[in-house]
């Protein structure tokens, strides 16, 4: 209730009340391939975390604290994309295509709190490959699903806790004009640039917190792999070390792509990289990492490989079955 009220009362205080994208430049020569292009991207994300998600929930051999936490960074990832990528598909298609200042501040809620999120599931995974490899003898009753369910609440609450913050911060701003955003979504960074009040306590709450919410998980994740790695070079045997780093590389290729991003972004300055870049690197991030990360944890995983074959196979003599008795 207080959110809500606090968008409406910024629609009152603010003579913008429509925000236009930009977009893409040029985008009339090859709109309809790149919308196809990402419309593609878009169904086989929410095909491939939807899938993730089921086989978990149903496979008993899925049953573990790895893939309970797989399937909530499916669910980061379908908010993502889903708060994301239809808008970018009207943006493309349409010339000068906008957004209500609410619904732009309700669209930057939502990506703060899937970003948000996923970093703190990241450092959860990452402290769950270090109690499966460090400590493999007490991981069990380490790991059990009562931490599990905690450690996700907590990552749920954190998320939620600091995207409502920033959010009430940019409700509570000004806005007078110029109301276009050079991109195509409501990002923090170019919603202030179309504040015309004061910004500088806005910009300091988000500074203080990105160290809990990127700062703080990033080292933690860190150290975990600095633990890991020294645990796998005393194992004496090629194929021991090759099976440990096997069980924590999909997690180590998803941390390195998300949170490279997140720094060239957010951390480096602006002038460090030029809008093409900001743009292309948004659309990493929020289009191509929730797309990737289904594949990338199936791929080479030998469980979701079986799940997804018993599954098929369950399927088809459900199916003959039903046949059968119809004929």
Known sequence: MASAAALILAAYKSNVTTIFFLGFYNKSTFHLLLFTLLLQIYIVTICGNLLIITLVTYSKILHSPMYFFLTQLSVTDLMLTTDITPKMLNIILHEQASISLSGCITQYYFFALSGTSECFLLTVMSYDRYLAICSPLHYVSIMNQSLCIRLVLISWLLSCSVALILTLALSQLQFCGPNTIDGFFCDFNPLMELSCSDVSVVQLEATVLSIP???????????????????????????????????????????????????????????????????????????????????????????????????????????????????
């Open 213 to 327: 919410v990127l700062v703080l998980p990033f080292l933690v994740i860190v150290i975990s792999y600095m633990f890991i790695i020294v645990t796998i070079s005393k194992i004496s045997s090629f194929s021991g070390r090759r099976k440990s780093f096997f069980t924590c590389s999909s997690h180590l290729t998803v941390v390195s792509m998300y949170y490279g991003t997140l720094i060239i972004m957010y951390i480096l300055p602006n002038e460090e990289h030029s809008q093409i870049i900001t743009k292309t690197l948004s659309l990493l991030y929020t289009v191509l990492i929730p797309c990737l990360n289904p594949f990338i944890y199936s791929l080479r995983n030998k469980d979701i490989n079986e799940a997804f074959r018993c599954s098929i196979h369950n399927h088809q003599i459900f199916f003959s079955k039903v046949q059968g008795k119809i004929i």
